[in-house]
């Protein structure tokens, strides 16, 4: 474990602290300038689209399989990030998968309040299937309040009778927003994402909402027929139970869901992957998923 890396991290971060007393978009300045400098993988092209009016991107690596799409939802507790601040997760999943990456912006809160956010990554998603992929041929990856949408947007579809994707990756999906789990007690003052921040991004987005509400969270959901999924949490954050219990309830269902704990890391640790090995060890291993699970899906389709 790349304990030295982590804390090191962490600690240039706590030396640009989010703006105290900031608003929204102060908040948004802020994380869009400490995560510019990031370095993103090479060899990736970066062609902007636009989705239901919203700022979208595409990313092609140079290793491009054909035919082949991953529907992309970032992270930010709805309140901030965007499709350039992770582009260093989107990047190196393009590259280590092979396939195009759609990176989705979707509408923030606390100005779009719920369910804004989750009803554009759903759309994104239909439009995704509208460009004309066989069956079986996308995948939804998501990290954080991402994790939470790309989840629920495979529900969705389920529901609507709509194509399923060939693979789900969900990275911290934040999904007990009633706080209930026990790392929401254990891990109350871990790095990144607090128990006090998380309360702030679900006051946010949710209002005088319902935090158990199936519009904003599919924690509860039946699972039954979703497809074959990969998660990823750190063993240092206040989501850790959200991933836990979720695939636990999956594998109840019959859903061949695999977890994979990671040790020391704190939460969305894959934003960290140019400089940190478990980061980067995180996306190399959701390429190996995604590149396993959409090919063969696509063979067996041929057939």
């Not at 992309?72 to 901030?80: M, P």
């Not at 992929?133 to 529900?155: F, K, Q």
């Not at 702030?200 to 699972?223: C, E, N």
């Amino acid at each position: 474990m790349s304990a030295e890396q982590l804390h090191a991290i962490l600690a240039m971060g706590a030396e640009n602290p989010p703006p105290a007393n900031g608003g929204p978009q102060d908040m948004r300045d802020w994380f869009e300038a400490m995560m510019a400098p990031t370095p993103t993988a090479d060899g990736i092209a970066v062609v902007p689209v636009t989705i239901n009016g919203l700022d979208c991107e595409i990313l092609h690596p140079a290793n491009l399989a054909p035919d082949r799409l991953v529907v992309y939802v970032h992270g930010g507790g709805w309140l901030f990030g965007s499709p350039r601040s992770h582009r260093v997760i989107a990047s190196n999943l393009a590259r280590a998968s092979g396939c195009a990456v759609l990176s989705v912006q979707y509408r923030l809160a606390p100005e779009n309040p719920a369910p804004a956010a989750h009803d554009d990554v759903f759309a994104a998603y239909e439009w995704a299937l509208a460009q004309g992929y066989p069956d079986r041929t996308l995948a939804l990856v998501g990290d954080s309040a991402g994790g939470n949408m790309a989840l629920a947007t495979a529900i969705r579809a389920r529901d609507a009778g709509l194509p399923l994707p060939a693979a789900l990756v969900l990275m911290s999906p934040a999904l007990d927003l009633t706080g209930q789990g026990a790392s929401h007690s254990e891990m109350a003052d871990a790095p990144l994402v607090d128990r006090g921040l998380m309360g702030l991004f679900t006051a946010l987005y949710l209002g005088d909402g319902d935090p158990a509400s199936p519009a904003v969270t599919p924690f509860d959901a039946d699972m039954t027929g979703l497809p074959p999924t990969l998660i990823h949490v750190g063993s240092w954050e206040l989501l850790r139970s959200d991933s836990q219990t979720l695939a636990a309830r999956m594998q109840a269902a019959g859903v061949a869901a695999e977890l994979r704990l990671w040790d020391g890391m704190c939460h969305n640790h894959q934003l960290f992957a140019p400089f940190l090995d478990e980061g980067m060890e995180s996306l190399d291993q959701a390429g190996v998923f995604l590149r396993a699970h959409l090919l063969q899906d696509a063979r067996l389709g041929a057939q």
